[in-house]
T-cell receptor
Framework: EAQVTQNPRYLITVTGKKLTVTCSQNMNHEYMSWYRQDPGLGLRQIYYSMNVEVTDKGDVPEGYKVSRKEKRNFPLILESPSPNQTSLYFC??????????????FGPGTRLTVL | DQQVKQNSPSLSVQEGRISILNCDYTNSMFDYFLWYKKYPAEGPTFLISISSIKDKNEDGRFTVFLNKSAKHLSLHIVPSQPGDSAVYFCAASLGYNDMRFGAGTRLTVKP
């Protein structure tokens, strides 16, 4: 089954404790992206990656890091989480063929709470 | 600044009737528009899209209309079904990667 998986699905942590949210896709997609969803703001892009070892900032990259060492994985790293990073996070991927940004496949989301 | 706006946080319609979800955007350079549907505890799923060179795209019960002069996008669902109850996000993209999402509209279809 074609899918994007994220782990963990739920996480409660404390300020300053480094954490990683993993994302993996099994569709051999070149493009992957991270979003955060906040009430009244919709989804905002954090980082994206066009291919292995190619990453770039989205709209709200501050406080986040990413890496793309393998095509299928795109982890999101919070080196020193703060309460304003409490949010619902989504990973997405797309083939990049034709309309590059068309039809992104989203993971199920990770709800992060930073105390 | 929110370049894509969905001004109605919620919409309730009767089963079998038409649902019309609206979306406004400010950047005339957007070249592709998409609608995503999201159920609770799941990620958004792609529903339908339209290129800026078109004014209508239809897929079964779903039709998206684009009015570039008004910078307005709408999604029509006919007939609406209870299973359509979800949050709908409008999105607009610029170039190869710059996708902006609206805040979403929660659609409730009553049996």
């Amino acid at each position: 089954e074609a899918q994007v998986t994220q782990n963990p699905r739920y996480l409660i942590t404390v300020t300053g404790k480094k954490l990683t949210v993993t994302c993996s896709q099994n569709m051999n997609h070149e493009y992957m992206s991270w979003y955060r969803q906040d009430p009244g703001l919709g989804l905002r892009q954090i980082y994206y990656s066009m291919n292995v070892e190619v990453t770039d900032k989205g709209d709200v990259p501050e406080g986040y890091k990413v890496s793309r060492k393998e095509k299928r994985n795109f982890p999101l790293i919070l080196e020193s989480p703060s309460p304003n990073q409490t949010s619902l996070y989504f990973c997405a991927s797309s083939s990049g063929q034709g309309s590059f940004y068309n039809e992104q496949f989203f993971g199920p989301g990770t709800r992060l709470t930073v105390l | 600044d929110q370049q894509v706006k969905q001004n109605s946080p919620s919409l309730s319609v009767q089963e079998g009737r038409i649902s019309i979800l609206n979306c406004d955007y400010t950047n005339s350079m957007f070249d592709y528009f998409l609608w995503y549907k999201k159920y609770p505890a799941e990620g958004p799923t792609f529903l339908i899209s339209i290129s800026s060179i078109k004014d209508k795209n239809e897929d079964g019960r779903f039709t998206v209309f684009l009015n570039k002069s008004a910078k307005h996008l709408s999604l029509h669902i006919v007939p609406s079904q209870p299973g359509d109850s979800a949050v709908y996000f409008c999105a607009a993209s610029l170039g190869y990667n710059d996708m902006r999402f609206g805040a979403g509209t929660r659609l409730t279809v009553k049996p």
